[in-house]
T-cell receptor, first 109, second 113 residues
Framework: RKEVEQDPGPFNVPEGATVAFNCTYS??????FFWYRQDCRKEPKLLMS???SGNEDGRFTAQLNRASQYISLLIRDSKLSDSATYLC??????????FGAGTRLTVKP | ETGVTQSPTHLIKTRGQQVTLRCSSQ?????VSWYQQALGQGPQFIFQ???????GRGNFPPRFSGLQFPNYSSELNVNALELDDSALYLC????????????FGPGTRLTVT
């Protein structure tokens, strides 16, 4: 079993749609959680941190369920510019970040 | 642009050779992490350097080694190259107290033949 599991997709959605990605992690020692996005042939960039209480950043909402070792990302009102691969990243500490393989999203006009 | 630069952009080596990849961190960042990203996979953590010392290591063999210099730039060295070492190598810089907020460079594409 992979340490971080994500549905690879691709998720193909129309502009304005709401889309959700899920991620499970196997190491219960993970302390911090993040979502990164990676555009095609580009480097990963931090999208948002994930807090136990859930958190929002504009159209993006992240949730964490430690008991189920599950993280989610919800994108509302999808834009063309949201097309990217979304990487789930549990971290044991700030030194050791375990990236998932990513979920690919394509937003179409 | 993140301000993190890597060289070279592309590199072709043969099995058994050694390679050195270089990274210049974003101004003010004192921590550098290295990752290997195979096609279709997420970045895999190799190691992190802080204050010129290794500060954490992933599941990579000792033939992967690194250095950090006083100006916070860094090198990744790989000895005895294997075909499976072919990948994109990414470095990321950060501040020590915000090491989760990593700023990645564009990567070095290494091909081992």
């Amino acid at each position: 079993r992979k340490e971080v599991e994500q549905d690879p997709g691709p998720f193909n959605v129309p502009e304005g749609a709401t889309v959700a990605f899920n991620c499970t992690y196997s190491n219960s020692a993970s302390q911090s959680f993040f979502w990164y996005r990676q555009d095609c042939r580009k480097e990963p960039k931090l999208l948002m941190s994930v807090y136990s209480s859930g958190n929002e950043d504009g159209r993006f909402t992240a949730q964490l369920n430690r008991a189920s070792q599950y993280i989610s990302l919800l994108i509302r009102d999808s834009k063309l510019s949201d097309s990217a691969t979304y990487l789930c990243v549990p971290s044991y500490n700030n030194n050791d970040m375990r990236f998932g393989a990513g979920t690919r999203l394509t937003v179409k006009p | 642009e993140t301000g993190v630069t890597q060289s070279p952009t592309h590199l072709i080596k043969t099995r058994g050779q050694q390679v050195t990849l270089r990274c210049s961190s974003q101004s003010g960042h004192n921590t550098v992490s290295w990752y290997q990203q195979a096609l279709g996979q997420g970045p895999q953590f190799i190691f992190q350097y802080y204050r010129e010392e290794e500060n954490g290591r992933g599941n990579f063999p000792p033939r992967f080694s690194g250095l950090q210099f006083p100006n916070y730039s860094s090198e990744l060295n790989v000895n005895a190259l294997e075909l499976d070492d072919s990948a994109l190598y990414l470095c990321a810089s950060s501040l020590a107290d915000r090491a989760y907020e990593q700023y990645f460079g564009p990567g070095t594409r290494l091909t081992v033949t």
